[in-house]
Nanobody, 124 residues
């Protein structure tokens, strides 16, 4: 599967963005999926994940209640709705898919496919 992320941008603190990730090839129902981010000078950080069949989603503590991961099976799309953004959310956001996990994972090494990333910048 190939993943193409888009939908980042520049937003003021308190604003919202919804990055998206388009999958080509196999459908997202064949994979657990997740979003990660990487800020300048930092390692890749888990943000959110949901399992192959949907169900419970899991989030980084600092984004829980502000971010929502979702999939549109018909369109083969993955989304990350981000509300109440803060400058600390500034990063490149990556979507990822895993064939090895059923319920999703917070570990980058569990993912087999990655999108190219989309920049999210939150100004204060």
């Amino acid at each position: 599967v190939q993943l193409q992320a888009s939908g980042g941008g520049l937003v003021q603190a308190g604003g919202s963005l919804r990055p998206s990730c388009a999958a080509s090839g196999r459908t997202f129902t064949s994979y657990a999926v997740g979003w990660f981010r990487q800020a300048p000078g930092k390692g890749r950080e888990f943000v959110a994940t949901v399992g192959r069949t949907g169900g419970d989603a899991y989030y980084l503590d600092s984004v829980r209640g502000r971010f929502t991961i979702s999939r549109d099976i018909a369109k083969n799309m993955l989304y990350l709705q981000m509300n109440s953004l803060t400058p600390e959310d500034t990063a490149i956001y990556y979507c990822a898919a895993s064939v090895r996990t059923l319920y999703g994972s917070s570990l980058p090494n569990d993912y087999d496919y990655w999108g190219q990333g989309t920049q999210v910048t939150v100004s204060s």
